[in-house]
């Protein structure tokens, strides 16, 4: 059966996206300052925030997205594992578990724009494993 995410919950989500892009601006800053870093990193860095961000506002123009239950069911979820998210990328200490986080929802943010269901589903499993190893 499918499901109808509105507006509402899409704008909610891309919300949170940007909170944890500007959290991740954040947290390269820092370690760059503590030259924890290199400047090639922190350009990398940079562009993966940035396609977060574009993606996020993007997603905020979306109207619907049309997904399986399962995957409806995974981004509900999503709102959870944000919070957490939210509260813990700028004190991470591996700098690469930043990265991975920040990529994997630019990549899932991608998808949502592009109304690929299949890959959403792929994309919110990534997170969820990369954020149970994270919290492991």
Not at 51 to 69: G, N, W
Not at 99 to 112: K, P, Q, S, T, V
């Amino acid at each position: 059966m499918k499901e109808r995410l509105d507006s509402t919950f899409l704008s909610e989500l891309a919300d949170d996206f940007l909170e944890i892009a500007k959290k991740f601006n954040d947290f390269r800053f820092e370690k760059i300052s503590q030259q924890d870093i290199s400047q090639e990193t922190f350009i990398e860095m940079g562009k993966n925030a940035r396609v977060l961000m574009d993606s996020a506002r993007e997603m905020k123009l979306l109207s619907t997205l049309i997904v399986e239950k399962e995957t409806s069911e995974a981004l509900f979820q999503l709102k959870v594992i944000n919070l957490e998210i939210k509260e813990t990328i700028t004190s991470l200490k591996q700098i690469q578990v930043a990265f991975d986080l920040i990529g994997g929802l630019g990549a899932l943010a991608m998808a949502i724009v592009e109304k690929d269901p299949a890959t959403i589903s792929d994309k919110v499993n990534n997170l969820m494993t990369l954020f149970k190893k994270k919290a492991g």
